[in-house]
């Protein structure tokens, strides 16, 4: 009988706009870790937390908080673009984001997304 893993996990290795990107997804019990790179590094880590509340449109707010590295907005609106859906798809699950990038333009992010999305381990 062959044993599950404890930590389900998968990485993938693109080219995104050029630049190489690195993406590692793990699921532990009570939350999910995505490490996206380009330069090889864990970089910011970023905790992303759905505050589930009562509101009209039934998804949960999502809070950034810098937890270490750069503390400045872009890296808060690249990790709510980059794993809202991985929060929502995994049961409003808390995700810690670690985020080195070199592109941060829109249409990279949507690639990431995409490739975040094929690394699912949730």
Not at 66 to 88: M, R, T, Y
Not at 91 to 104: C, H, Q, R, S, W
Request: with cysteine.
């Amino acid at each position: 009988m062959e044993a599950k893993p404890i930590v389900a996990s998968r990485q993938r290795t693109v080219v995104v706009q050029g630049v190489p990107t690195e993406v590692v997804c793990m699921a532990f019990s009570n939350s999910i870790l995505v490490v996206v790179t380009q330069y090889g590094k864990m970089g910011t880590l970023v905790y992303v937390d759905p505050d589930v509340v009562n509101n009209d449109v039934g998804r949960p707010v999502l809070t950034t908080k810098v937890l270490l590295g750069q503390d400045e907005p872009l890296i808060h609106v690249c990790a709510k673009n980059l794993v809202s859906f991985v929060s929502e798809e995994a049961g409003n699950k808390p995700v810690l984001l670690a985020i080195a990038l070199k592109d941060k333009t829109m249409e990279g992010i949507k690639a990431l997304q995409e490739v975040i999305q094929s690394c699912q381990v949730w």
